[in-house]
């Protein structure tokens, strides 16, 4: 900002003027502490705050407050980077989300089950996993072409999204495969997740009146396991859930 006296004009009470984003500082008004003070306490990358101009516009500023030596005062300096932020914004969610099915994708599901698992770690939260995959489904592109096969998966895929809960992460793993990850959930409670999703799928009226199935397989995640290793433990009984007739759940036996 160039002109700080008319931008101090604009914001004369920053902190009542803040607006709240999921990306972006808020005060915290039961806190002791004054908004510059609950600032400082941040990673500089943190020091982000969101704020309406005189238009109602929404504006993304990187604050830097800094202490004048023996002085009680302390400068504010608020660089402008809406354009930034919003560009940023606009990678990642290119760069987690699946082109076709328009859900999460692989990388970012990794990238939260990673910070699961150090939370499960830290606090000693339960943590389960359902991987599902379509039964036959190169029947559908055999028989009906990848276009319809394509269709299938988007739409089983909004299906399951409408049914996942906010806390759970829900995301495509490859060709018709599909994960979930339960945070807060053990065995048995994440198997009753993954018995309903089966039956719901099964009554689901899919487009051009296919009758999809799923199998699925379900596992804890226990403190000597690993990503790959809980990971496996799920895949292994998706694989006895295909190996048993499909369109059933089977739980992990480790």
Same mark, same amino acid.
């Given at each position: ?56 516009? /929404? ?9 004048? %030596?023996?002085?009680?005062? !302390? +400068?504010? &300096? ?105 945070? /807060? ?9 993954? %018995?309903?999703?089966?039956? !719901? +799928?099964? &009554? ?51």
């Amino acid at each position: 900002i160039n002109d700080t006296v008319e931008f101090g004009k604009k914001y004369k009470h920053f902190s009542e003027v803040f607006v709240e984003h999921s990306d972006c500082f808020y005060p915290n008004k039961t806190d002791a502490k004054s908004w510059i003070e609950q600032l400082e306490c941040l990673e500089n990358a943190r020091k982000i705050v969101s704020m309406l101009d005189e238009n109602g516009g /929404n504006k993304i500023f990187l604050v830097s407050p800094r202490h004048i %030596e023996t002085s009680l005062h !302390t +400068i504010v &300096s608020f660089v402008e980077i809406t354009t930034l932020a919003t560009q940023k914004k606009d990678f990642e969610t290119k760069a987690y989300r699946d082109l076709l099915t328009q859900i999460c994708n692989r990388a970012y599901y990794e990238e939260e089950l990673n910070k699961e698992i150090a939370r499960h770690h830290r606090d000693k939260t339960p943590l389960s996993l359902i991987i599902l995959d379509i039964d036959n489904f190169k029947h559908f592109n055999d028989t009906y072409g990848h276009q319809v096969g394509d269709d299938v998966l988007f739409e089983l895929a909004q299906v399951i999204q409408k049914r996942t809960r906010k806390t759970d992460i829900f995301a495509r793993w490859g060709g018709e495969e599909f994960v979930t990850m339960l945070p /807060n959930t053990t065995l048995e409670a994440a198997h009753d997740v993954a %018995e309903k999703l089966r039956l !719901t +799928i099964e &009554s689901h009226p899919f487009k051009n009146d296919l009758k999809i199935t799923c199998s699925f397989g379900v596992a804890q995640f226990h403190t000597l396991d690993t990503e790959k290793s809980v990971m496996k433990k799920a895949d292994d009984a998706l694989y006895r859930a295909k190996k048993a007739g499909r369109n059933q759940v089977q739980i992990s036996i480790k």
